[in-house]
């Protein structure tokens, strides 16, 4: 596996469940990203994670949590979601605030 | 003062025409410039990108062209191709390390027909 990858690629889940998206990245980064992309709106960062230490969270709501284990991983726990939410979830990494490299993202769908 | 206001939303080209995207900025303090493009089912790709100290930027078909005074930078792709068929993102930051936020437009969808 190069770059960024994502699971899963797509996810359909009720209000009251609960799930992960996993990214995991392999290009040596140190620096790691949660984004939110819906039609018609530019990209929404969500969380930022350097050294594995939350260094940016945008008003998120707390029904999305993030946790970064080590620098290669990136996970976004989804709990009690609305149908707002459903969007493309994307993760990037870079190295420092360098340039970003995207995954292909987790398309999610809330019931 | 954090938006980047890309325009227009949709263009569609014929083959060999040569499609441009413009943005632009409010920030001052923004001097990093990228561009990404996304094709369906894929993550956004970084395409070139251009820093305020020079005017203008060109990597092969794409070029960037930068005006500092207005605030504005575009993007030109010569020679379009089918398979530059995708949706373009023009996205701004400020340099420098804890500088994280990358602000993006909302996008442009392109489509060149054959």
């Known amino acids: 596996e190069t770059g960024v990858t994502q699971t899963p690629r797509h996810l359909v889940m009720g209000m009251t469940n609960k799930k992960s998206l996993k990214c995991e990245q392999h290009?040596?980064?140190?620096?790691m990203y949660w984004y939110k992309q819906s039609a018609k709106k530019p990209l929404e960062l969500m969380f930022v994670?350097?050294?594995?230490?939350?260094?940016e969270n945008n008003s998120v709501p707390s029904r999305f949590s993030p946790e970064c284990p080590n620098s290669s991983h990136l996970f976004l726990h989804l709990h009690t979601l609305q149908p707002e939410d459903s969007a493309l979830y994307l993760c990037?990494?870079?190295?420092?605030?360098?340039?970003?490299?995207f995954g292909p993202g987790t398309r999610l769908t809330v019931l | 003062q954090q938006q980047v206001k890309q325009s227009p939303q949709s263009l569609i080209v014929q083959k060999g025409g040569i499609p441009i995207i413009n943005c632009a900025y409010e920030?001052?303090?923004?001097?990093?410039f990228p561009w990404y493009q996304q094709f369906p089912g894929k993550g956004p790709a970084l395409l070139i990108a251009?820093?305020?100290?020079?005017s203008e930027k060109k990597e092969g078909r794409f070029t960037i062209s930068f005006n500092k005074s207005a605030k504005q930078f575009s993007l030109h792709i010569m020679d379009s191709q089918p398979g530059d068929s995708a949706t373009y993102f023009c996205?701004?930051?400020?340099?420098?390390?804890?500088?994280?936020?990358?602000?993006f437009g909302k996008g442009t969808k392109l489509s060149v027909i054959p």
């Open positions: 990037a990494s870079s190295q420092a605030s360098d340039t970003q490299y």
């Open positions: 290009l040596g980064h140190n620096a």
């Open positions: 994670y350097s050294l594995e230490e939350r260094v």
């Open positions: 920030n001052t303090a923004f001097d990093y």
């Open positions: 251009i820093r305020p100290d020079v």
């Open positions: 996205a701004a930051k400020r340099s420098g390390a804890g500088s994280y936020q990358l602000t």
